[in-house]
């Protein structure tokens, strides 16, 4: 017998997908309609020896149909998700229900912009507002409210915006949090194009956001219950801002290969769960400088963030949830599946810390760089908590609830080391085109106490090698392997994975990730997949196999727990 929840889903995919085919096929007017569809499901095996437990239905799967029509100036939109029976990793963030959750109507021209419903926007680098969406990480804050965009003149854009965070599947009825902003950047080369016929490069801008939040203990109470009203002994409800607001000022100047970007962000006190109630203002500070010239590239970053956590409700901790604002992460990011788990997740509320990569290509047709030249990478990246002095206060109460909190000296680093990254890659191309391999080295110090809440510190050297080989114009072969050595956490691992492709529709592969270096035998365990995927015009479906270990999801220094896991997966995704 077929389970409820299988038919559910497969009633539910049958018919978002006839949507897509039914609207493809119309055009209204002098209007047009546009939009994609998406299914990703699992049969899900349990495994005690992975830790992939049984689940109360085997089959799940999430799936959204997006509906877009434009019409000269004017646009809208809805998206309708069904996740009734999510992933087990969506489930375990609450991310579960189904409906319109994201709607809206625009209209703009060369003066003005005005969009109603729901929306997406951000404020400079996202310090002060980043309302996104990242369906891999199951994050959507879109705003539900009115935003509206000008410009009066060419090289002055206006912004402004109001709205209330999406909260998952919650309904906003009843609630009476809000967000509003507005946001202001002036293109000095737009103003003067003598400047920009010169090579420079002159912008500079400034925003504001409040997030208004009425106090509730009553309801801080019940979502956890396990406080006891002490906690809250030092911060009475007359004490708590309803409104919070946060501005910055940012500023990109550049000069033919040069350029240099930069933010500064402040935030009144935003006594909160995170920040255990503390009333000590926050900032962040955002600096990055590039340098390219033919074969030779150079980019440094800088990042300090203290008591920068910006959520529209106080009483919020689960990551990614009703958060407001964004604290970029600088270190470079890898698609290095070894060191996938241990990818660094930025902290808002206490990091220091700086990038720097270098990249060179030797020469075409040298000795070394051969016919087309080989290109070497050299990456370094450090990052700490922020240097803290408690004040007096805080130490006579025994508790940083209620007081100022600390005191710290901006650019002092911190005492714990959370994340180093020393890289290097190199890339090459034979003479005959057809082989290309790239060899890269990492030695990393992750510390999994801070970052993922587990005692100690990851300190390990990966090896990564990528050997690509076209065996035709349209047929071709990639073979990757990792070895990531390591004496802490779980230990080390290999990797290898080979992947053949038939252009430009056909790609099957198969991998393994072996934690050979487990310090529990029982848990030496393979972690296979075998995956295959078809691609035609705009559809593309896959189909995999295989296990998942337990760890986390980065995208961007935005991170989630993924749950072990063991089954046969299926994605659909295809646009009209």
């Keep these: 017998m077929i389970s409820t929840s299988i038919k559910r889903i497969l009633i539910a995919s049958t018919l978002l997908l006839g949507s897509v085919w039914a609207f493809g096929q119309h055009q209204i007017g002098n209007g047009r309609i546009s939009g994609d569809f998406g299914f990703n499901g699992m049969y899900y095996i349990p495994d005690s020896i992975i830790g992939a437990e049984p689940v109360d239905s085997k089959v799940r799967g999430n799936a959204f149909l997006n509906i877009l029509y434009t019409n000269g100036g004017f646009s809208a939109g809805a998206r309708y998700e069904f996740y009734q029976f999510p992933l087990i990793d969506f489930e375990k963030i609450g991310y579960k229900g189904q409906g319109i959750k994201y709607f809206f109507a625009d209209y703009k021209n060369s003066f003005i912009q005005v969009t109603a419903g729901n929306y997406y926007e951000q404020f400079g680098n996202g310090l002060t507002l980043r309302a996104y969406e990242d369906r891999q990480l199951g994050i959507d804050n879109s705003l539900l ?6 410009t009066p003149y060419k090289g002055i854009y206006i912004k402004g915006v109001w709205g209330m965070e999406r909260y998952n599947f919650d309904s906003y009825l009843g609630r009476k949090d809000f967000v509003s902003g507005a946001d202001l950047e002036i293109s000095l080369g737009e103003l003067v194009p003598v400047i920009q016929e010169k090579g420079f490069i002159a912008r500079v801008g400034a925003n504001f956001v409040s997030k208004h939040q009425p106090v509730d203990y009553p309801y801080y109470f019940d979502l956890y219950p ?4 002490a906690t809250l002994a030092y911060i009475p409800e007359d004490k708590i801002p309803v409104n919070v607001g946060t501005w910055a000022v940012r500023g990109t100047f550049g000069y033919e290969g040069f350029r240099l ?16 109630f503390i009333y000590k203002p926050g900032e962040a500070l955002f600096l990055s400088a590039t340098y390219a010239m033919k074969g030779f590239g150079i980019a440094a970053s800088f990042i300090r963030a203290d008591n920068m956590e910006f959520r529209s409700d106080r009483y919020e901790y689960s990551n990614s949830l009703l958060m407001v604002n964004c604290i970029p992460a600088i270190n470079r990011q890898y698609s290095y599946q070894l060191i996938g788990d241990y990818s660094y997740a930025s902290q808002p509320n206490s990091q220091i810390g700086a990038q720097l990569q270098v990249n060179y290509q030797i ?14 990478t050299f990456n370094y990246s450090r990052f700490h908590d922020i240097d803290k002095q408690l004040v007096p206060e805080a130490v006579e109460n025994g508790t940083l609830t209620g007081t100022m909190g600390y005191t710290s000296q901006f650019f002092k680093f911190g005492p714990n080391l959370l994340y180093q990254d020393i890289g290097l890659e190199i890339s090459h191309r034979f003479n005959n085109k057809k082989w290309k391999w790239i060899l890269a080295y990492n030695y990393i110090t992750y510390n999994l106490e801070i970052l993922q809440g587990h005692a100690g510190v990851m300190r390990g050297h990966l090896v990564a090698s990528d050997l690509s080989y076209k065996i035709t114009p349209k047929h071709a072969l990639r073979l990757e392997a990792q070895h990531l050595y390591t004496k802490d956490d779980i230990g080390s691992s290999i990797y290898a994975m080979l992947e053949y492709s038939f252009s430009p529709s056909w790609f099957v592969s198969i991998g393994d990730d072996w934690n050979y270096g487990n310090p529990d035998p029982v848990h030496k365990t393979h972690y296979y997949n ?13 189909l995999n196999f295989g296990k998942t270990k337990e760890g986390i999801l980065c995208v961007g220094g935005v991170c989630r727990a993924v749950p072990a896991s063991y089954g046969v997966g299926l994605s659909v995704t295809t646009s009209f």
Excluded: F, Q, V
């Excluded at 409210?145 to 000008?150: D, N, P, S």
């Excluded at 396990?226 to 009203?229: A, K, L």
């Design 145 to 150: 409210g009115a935003r509206i965009k000008l």
């Design 226 to 229: 396990g406080t006891d009203s």
């Design 261 to 276: 970007d930069g933010e500064y962000a402040r935030k009144i006190n935003d006594p909160n769960i995170t920040n255990h």
């Design 363 to 376: 020469p075409k047709k040298s000795a070394l760089g051969g016919k087309y030249g080989t290109d070497i």
């Design 530 to 542: 075998i995956s295959c995927a078809y691609i035609w015009n705009t559809t593309r479906i896959a």
